[in-house]
């Protein structure tokens, strides 16, 4: 069904034959998590390249594609016999290693190779139900984590500990595993966006930002929440209070035929208002499916519109160095009227005091 659509985009393009190397687009085509490369031409005969290793769970999972066992010096080669079987012109690719790409185009003088993975975006950026369903999931998935993280936190405990707790609740609730690695800034490592996880032990006083992701059947969830630890000064509270204030503001904003820079400006508006826009250092939100970052983009630069299907997160910020940073963020699936969340947690000043 979807090489079915590919192939149509593709003839819309007058590209003869796509290479797809992102291993999230070939698991999307193909089924697989095994293959490197997926050939797919118009003639609707997928050839997927699997390095030996990778053969044997390649050929069952990836139904309806031949699938090549290769060794390493062997690519170029079987690719260039590939482009000559159906004499290749306009050759699409998405994301070549350089050293495939120079050889190719150093072999296969007769093709012109252009690297568009816009016609793979078309159609992976609009989730179908099925997707919506393992996305919800994964949502799911990543809620179980971040409770488990508000139920150890406490002062003394440190952040290794925390991302344990979570990382066990999660795959015993079903996670195959992390979207990405948790992040927990704490204390005066709040004000770093992408934080990591230390052996910092949790303070009375501090913020507490956790990111955190579960992944389930190859697809990703995104939830974010900043906890303190005691009573917030009054400070913490303003900060905190207008983050909350823009993520509603931008949410009730997200529906189809939204702009994502005019989301991204919902939102930073508000912020603007308080005086912290430069505190805010990043865009509003990226979709997310099979990848954890991935169109459309929801930033002061976004040329993408939503629509129904579109899977994206919500996520506005403010880090203010020296005084610590907050940041809210929720996965929602775009529906005509708005959007439907598929992460939830609590988000109120009051809940997340700890
Ligand atoms: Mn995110």
Redesign the pocket.
């Known amino acids: 069904m979807r090489l079915r659509r590919l192939v149509e985009l593709m003839e819309r393009e007058r590209i003869d034959v796509y290479i797809i190397s992102q291993k999230s687009s070939i698991y999307y085509y193909s089924g697989t998590t095994g293959g490197t490369f997926l050939l797919v031409n118009l003639d609707f005969e997928p050839l997927l390249l699997a390095p030996k290793v990778d053969y044997t769970i390649s050929l069952e999972q990836a139904k309806g594609c031949r699938v090549y066992p290769y060794k390493r010096d062997q690519i170029l080669e079987i690719i260039e016999s590939e482009l000559k079987k159906i004499n290749a012109r306009v050759i699409g690719f998405d994301d070549l290693p350089i050293e495939v790409y120079k050889g190719l185009n150093e072999r296969y003088k007769e093709g012109e190779f252009i690297n568009t993975s816009k016609i793979i975006w078309e159609m992976r950026k609009i989730k179908d139900p099925q997707e919506e369903a393992l996305m919800r999931r994964a949502g799911e998935l990543a809620s179980i984590g971040m409770n488990s993280i508000m139920e150890s936190l406490r002062e003394g405990v440190r952040e290794f500990e925390l991302a344990a707790e979570a990382v066990h609740s999660m795959m015993r609730a079903g996670a195959e595993g992390l979207a990405f690695p948790i992040s927990i800034a704490s204390g005066p490592r709040s004000v770093y966006p992408h934080a990591g996880v230390t052996d910092r032990e949790i303070k009375r006083g501090d913020f507490v930002t956790v990111?955190l992701?579960a992944s389930y059947k190859e697809y990703k969830s995104?939830l974010?929440r900043t906890f303190i630890v005691g009573r917030p000064t009054k400070e913490k509270a303003e900060i905190y209070e207008t983050v909350l204030k823009a993520k509603e503001a931008a949410m009730m904003e997200f529906k189809e035929g939204a702009k994502g820079r005019d989301l991204d400006k919902t939102a930073r508006d508000i912020i603007d208002k308080e005086g912290s826009s430069e505190y805010f250092v990043h865009s509003l939100?990226?979709g997310?499916g099979l990848d954890?970052?991935e169109p459309p983009s929801l930033s002061e630069i976004s040329e993408d519109t939503l629509t129904s299907g579109n899977i994206v997160?919500c996520?506005p910020g403010i880090y203010i160095p020296g005084k610590g940073g907050v940041r809210i963020?929720d996965?929602v699936l775009v529906g005509r009227g708005g959007a439907e969340r598929l992460t939830r947690f609590v988000e109120s000043l009051d809940e997340v005091c700890i």
């Open positions: 990111d992701g995104d974010t939100g990226h997310v954890i970052h997160t996520e963020e996965t």
